[in-house]
């Protein structure tokens, strides 16, 4: 299986329990790896400002000596974005609806970020 069919299904089963719309894997430089978005033209800017928002989390709680963040989490009326690391290499962000279950998203975005990692190596 190649390896954008494998991320393919990873996306695909993080969509499964609800809750989330678009998902997207990011290098750490907010370049697009891989997305299941609904608005392709927006990847780029989607995956670029995710990387920027969770490198600035990274560089402000590392300056404070509070270690790496694990994720980052936007929330607004309108949903969430959660931004998490999937390796040296990449990030995972999704997109959620409004009133989606963080607690189980939270579960299942760190299963994917590890089975993106391996994919990625």
């Not at 609904?38 to 995956?47: G, I, L, R």
């Not at 300056?63 to 309108?78: A, F």
């Amino acid at each position: 299986m190649k390896k954008s069919e494998m991320l393919e299904k990873i996306l695909e089963d993080l969509k499964l329990p609800g809750g989330i719309e678009a998902s997207v894997v990011a290098s750490r430089d907010g370049l697009v790896i891989y997305s299941n978005t609904v608005s392709k033209e927006h990847d780029e800017n989607f995956a670029a400002m995710s990387a920027t928002m969770l490198g600035a989390a990274e560089t402000a709680t590392l300056e404070l000596k509070k270690g790496i963040p694990e994720r980052i989490i936007v929330e607004s009326d309108k949903g969430k974005i959660i931004a998490t690391g999937a390796g040296q290499k990449a990030l995972l962000v999704v997109l959620t609806e409004p009133n989606a279950s963080l607690g189980i998203i939270l579960i299942e975005l760190a299963k994917a970020s590890e089975k993106i990692r391996e994919v990625l190596g």
